[in-house]
């Protein structure tokens, strides 16, 4: 298995440019998870999928976030528009069910964003 | 609401010695407990899991964990700690459809 995928892996932008990350969890996981690593702040979940359906968006920043699921392989996270505090390291994991319990979560490689 | 706490953002051992890394969960259902590792410039990486069978769990590297439930803990230790384990440590709880991340713990490894 080529685990999860994520593109690209580095972006440079210039405030107030849009940004899609890309990312492909892992087949036969119906759980996929965004989060959002800095030194300041440390791992934050921004938003889960289940089933393709998002469950908690309550870590969304702002309305200039947005995340989708078209299917079971594919999701995305779009900044519009960018500004300096987003630059972080993004991070996808996705993971099935253990019985009724969530179970482990794998992660990317990440997509380190940095907004200029 | 459940969460995981960690002991010491940072710790430091000198190579060779025992590594403690400490956890707490709180939670009101039996929790699956996870240790991930997380080297620099990488995503992080599953270190071991409990899912309610032996309390006692090792893991890659040489890492182990104990469930602990009468103290709502799950420290991770190794008994002989080597340079290439620097790195940032989380605990995670999950329970239901929910998986809390801990804040992490910083391991430096002392030559």
């Known amino acids: 298995d080529a685990g999860v995928i994520q593109s690209p892996r580095h972006e440079v932008t210039e405030m107030g440019q849009e940004v899609t990350l890309r990312c492909k969890p892992i087949s036969g996981h119906n759980s996929l998870f965004w989060y959002r690593q800095t030194m300041m702040r440390g791992l934050e979940l921004l938003i889960y999928?289940?089933?393709?359906?998002?469950?908690?968006d309550s870590g969304m920043p702002e309305d200039r976030f947005s995340a989708k699921m078209p299917n079971a392989s594919f999701s995305t996270l779009k900044i519009q528009p960018s500004e300096p505090r987003d630059s972080a390291v993004y991070f996808c994991?996705?993971?099935?069910?253990?019985?009724?319990?969530?179970?482990?979560?794998?992660f990317g490689p990440g997509t380190r964003l940095t907004v200029l | 609401a459940q969460s995981v706490t960690q002991l010491g953002s940072h710790v430091s051992v000198s190579e060779g010695a025992l590594v403690l890394l400490r956890c707490n969960y709180s939670?009101?259902?039996?929790?699956?407990l996870f240790w991930y590792v997380q080297y620099p410039n990488q995503g992080l990486q599953l270190l071991l899991k409990y899912t309610s069978a032996a309390t006692l769990v090792k893991g890659i590297n040489g890492f182990e964990a104990e469930f602990k439930k009468s103290e709502t803990s799950f420290h991770l230790t190794k008994p002989s700690a080597h340079m290439s384990d620097a790195a940032e440590y989380f605990c995670a709880v999950s329970y239901g459809q929910n998986f809390v991340f801990g804040p992490g713990t910083r391991l430096s490894v002392l030559p």
């Open positions: 939670s009101s259902v039996p929790p699956y």
């Open positions: 994991a996705s993971s099935s069910m253990f019985g009724e319990t969530a179970d482990t979560q794998y």
């Open positions: 999928f289940n089933n393709n359906v998002p469950i908690d």
